[in-house]
């Protein structure tokens, strides 16, 4: 497993809510590529809370839509645009349970129509949400589209 580079970094006016590690108040994801997977650990507390000791949901889909971009982003070598995103919420995600896990995968690709499913689990390992996700590829020539991204650094472990 490998770590991501985050190819937004040196572009002026990058603020990402989801994965800019500058941003003060966002979530500040970081990517890896495991396979066919991008993954990400993401250790929730209490300012992302909804109920006593509950990853709010609209947090948990910006986890999601977040990790799925992403693996367009890696994957397809290319930037998207969230076109559609279905959440199937299966248990309450406690923040005392400690790190998420994250897991996403391209699931299909019809010309410039990405499918993406993405998953997130608990501290404990298990299943608590599960995202299906449709993304708008971007033509090569736009500027959002950008190049991918590429992974850095050494050989890390699963997690």
Same mark, same amino acid.
């Given at each position: 497993?490998?770590?991501?580079?985050?190819? *937004?970094?040196?572009? /002026?006016? *990058?603020?990402? @809510?989801?994965? +800019?590690?500058?941003?003060?108040?966002?979530?500040?994801? !970081? @990517?890896?590529?495991?396979?066919?997977?991008?993954?990400?650990?993401?250790?929730?507390?209490? !300012? *992302?809370?909804?109920?006593?000791?509950?990853?709010?949901?609209?947090? =948990?889909?910006?986890?999601?839509? !977040?990790?799925?971009?992403?693996?367009?982003?890696?994957?397809? =070598?290319? &930037?998207?645009?969230?076109?559609?995103?279905?959440?199937? #919420?299966?248990?309450?995600?406690?923040?005392?349970? &400690?790190?998420?896990?994250?897991?996403?995968?391209?699931?299909? =690709?019809?010309?410039?129509?990405?499918?993406? %499913?993405?998953?997130? #689990?608990?501290?404990?390992?298990?299943?608590?949400?599960?995202?299906?996700?449709? *993304? @708008?590829?971007?033509?090569? +020539?736009?500027? $959002?589209?950008?190049?991918?991204? !590429?992974?850095?650094? %050494? /050989?890390?472990? $699963? @997690?």
């Amino acid at each position: 497993m490998k770590k991501l580079k985050n190819p *937004y970094l040196d572009i /002026e006016g *990058y603020h990402c @809510f989801g994965c +800019d590690p500058t941003h003060d108040k966002g979530l500040r994801m !970081e @990517f890896y590529e495991d396979g066919d997977e991008v993954v990400s650990r993401w250790t929730p507390n209490g !300012e *992302y809370a909804s109920w006593l000791d509950t990853v709010h949901g609209g947090v =948990q889909a910006t986890l999601l839509d !977040e990790l799925c971009g992403w693996v367009v982003l890696r994957k397809l =070598q290319s &930037g998207a645009v969230t076109s559609r995103l279905e959440l199937r #919420y299966r248990k309450p995600v406690h923040i005392s349970a &400690g790190p998420l896990t994250l897991r996403g995968t391209v699931k299909g =690709q019809r010309r410039n129509i990405i499918d993406v %499913e993405g998953r997130l #689990y608990d501290g404990n390992g298990e299943l608590c949400t599960e995202a299906s996700c449709v *993304y @708008f590829l971007l033509p090569k +020539d736009a500027p $959002a589209a950008m190049c991918g991204c !590429e992974t850095e650094g %050494e /050989e890390l472990p $699963a @997690f």
